[in-house]
């Protein structure tokens, strides 16, 4: 019986996508001036301004709101970045102009949108497909060295219970109408939990039917 | 020749300077022994809105506010008033303070034109919907003037002494209520009040002058502590109705401004869940 060898330790690539849109947020965060350009405005959609659609999730309503988006994105992204750098890349691209396409689409009392949440969550709901898809393929007994030993059979629960508190938070925002676990500074903005729930279905989207997913140019290892 | 001296002496009248005397004594004395005197002007909101109901009804119906608001502001007609000029520059003072709000739609300055003494709220009713109001700030004033004299006017018996001793004394109060309607439910939401004391010396004959000028002091304090009282108070009430919702309810409009928030409760149990998942790991 072959006894494993010890496997190379797996580089893990540097989230330089992650990166790039954290500082796009921060940039942006740092020049108010640019806000009522990059916002997401219903009626300068209506006249061609579509960059709005993909730009609005960089916007954001006060210093609190973007502290804990970007906390919760920074955490997720760079995550699913190292672990699944293709898909979490294309989903970084994808999934702001898609939930903003869908608050167009379904949404039509929806006059200005900001906030980085719907991309935060569909990060986060991407990272826990991707961790409990490398858990399932994982086989029993793992070595320490080999890249499954980061997350261990255990760690299960953990990416389930965080799905299911997304799942939750959803579920009821829509049901209270009301944010269930944030409130704006500035009142009269009303959280919009559409945006969550499109991010979910992105990402569902995304981890179910691009697992192949890899561009050419990538090596063989990532993604 | 004749002595210049003489001649002048020749020229003084007695009778003239008795005359002289007597006048300054009689002006003294009416600038001088007249009591306190007091001046009073004001408005009320009470009167206003219910200006023949002894014992009103309280409104039954929960207010719905929908946001973000469309505010109007105005002074409450009043039996002494102030110039419409004033009213519009302190009216201004408090609608800045408030505008830029993400809650306020707009803010209209109502002059008081619109409104009628005693109109109550068919006349504010009126007034939404002339403007397009939903929430109207009414603004009631009471301000009180007293001049009394002090050892000084006793030099207003010399006529110069009116022009030069300060022996009036003012005292200006005034009392300022702001009280925000929901003119379709009739609702209080909330109330706040600024009061100022100016008090200041005059000459006899500049007393009307320093009057008016007090007057104007007056408000412009009694705003400035209105503002910040009214600051305190809207605070106050964004608190009540997130913590009682039954008491008001919030509608947005369509067209509302939405935003995408995760939040700190949020990341909270995301945190909390992390940790024990370390703990779990550390164990196994």
Not at chain 1, 5 to 17: E, R
Not at chain 1, 99 to 113: D, H, N, Q, R, S
Not at chain 1, 136 to 149: D, Y
Not at chain 2, 50 to 75: C, E, H, K, M
């Amino acid at each position: 019986m072959k006894t494993p060898t010890a496997a190379p330790a797996l580089t893990q690539p540097f989230p330089w996508a992650s990166v790039c849109v954290i500082a796009f947020t921060l940039g942006v965060a740092a020049q108010p001036a640019l806000a009522p350009t990059l916002l997401y405005e219903r009626l300068a959609l209506l006249r061609g301004e579509y960059w709005r659609l993909w730009t609005s999730h960089f916007v954001h309503f006060g210093s609190s709101h973007l502290f804990w988006n970007l906390a919760i994105f920074t955490v997720a992204s760079i995550w699913s970045e190292r672990l699944a750098p293709a898909r979490t890349r294309l989903l970084l691209v994808a999934s702001p102009g898609l939930i903003g396409l869908a608050l167009f689409g379904l949404e039509p009392a929806l006059a200005t949108y900001g906030g980085l949440s719907g991309v935060a969550t569909s990060m986060l709901v991407f990272l826990c497909y991707t961790q409990l898809a490398r858990l399932a393929a994982a086989p029993a007994t793992t070595n320490k060295n080999e890249p499954m030993a980061s997350s261990p059979t255990s760690d299960r629960w953990f990416w389930r219970a965080v799905l299911a508190l997304v799942l939750l938070k959803i579920g009821a925002e829509f049901a209270l109408e009301q944010p269930l676990f944030t409130r704006f500074a500035p009142a009269g903005i009303r959280a919009v939990p559409l945006a969550h729930l499109i991010g979910v279905l992105v990402a569902t989207i995304m981890h179910r039917n691009l697992r192949g997913f890899r561009p050419r140019f990538l090596p063989r290892h990532t993604g | 020749m004749p002595h210049v001296s003489s001649s002048r002496a020749r020229g003084f009248q007695p009778a003239f300077f008795v005359a002289l005397l007597g006048a300054a004594l009689l002006l003294g004395g009416c600038l001088s022994t007249r009591g306190p005197r007091k001046t009073e002007r004001s408005s009320s909101v009470v009167s206003y809105l219910y200006p023949d109901q002894a014992n009103p009804l309280p409104p039954t119906s929960i207010p719905v506010l929908r946001l973000p608001l469309r505010v109007g502001i105005a002074f409450v007609p009043g039996k002494s008033d102030i110039s419409e000029q004033q009213k519009s520059v302190l009216l201004e003072r408090v609608a800045a303070e408030f505008k830029g709000r993400d809650y306020i739609q707009s803010i209209e300055l109502v002059p008081t034109t619109y409104l009628r003494a005693g109109g109550g709220f068919a006349n504010l009713n009126q007034v939404r919907a002339l403007l397009g109001v939903d929430v109207i700030a009414l603004v009631a004033y009471d301000q009180v003037q007293f001049t009394s004299n002090n050892l000084l006017s006793l030099s207003y018996w010399t006529i110069v002494g009116a022009y030069i001793f300060s022996g009036n004394k003012n005292d200006t109060q005034t009392l300022m209520e702001a009280a925000v309607y929901d003119i379709a439910s009739r609702h209080l939401l909330f109330r706040a009040p600024g009061a100022s004391r100016v008090e200041a010396g005059a000459a006899a004959a500049y007393v009307q002058q320093r009057l008016r000028t007090d007057s104007t002091a007056g408000f412009d304090a009694a705003t400035t502590e209105l503002i910040t009282n009214l600051k305190l108070q809207l605070e106050s009430f964004r608190e009540r109705v997130k913590n009682a919702p039954s008491e008001v309810r919030i509608e947005h409009r369509p067209g509302y401004t939405g935003g995408g928030s995760l939040g700190a409760c949020f990341a909270s149990i995301l945190g909390l869940l992390f940790i024990a998942r370390v703990g779990v790991r550390h164990r196994a």
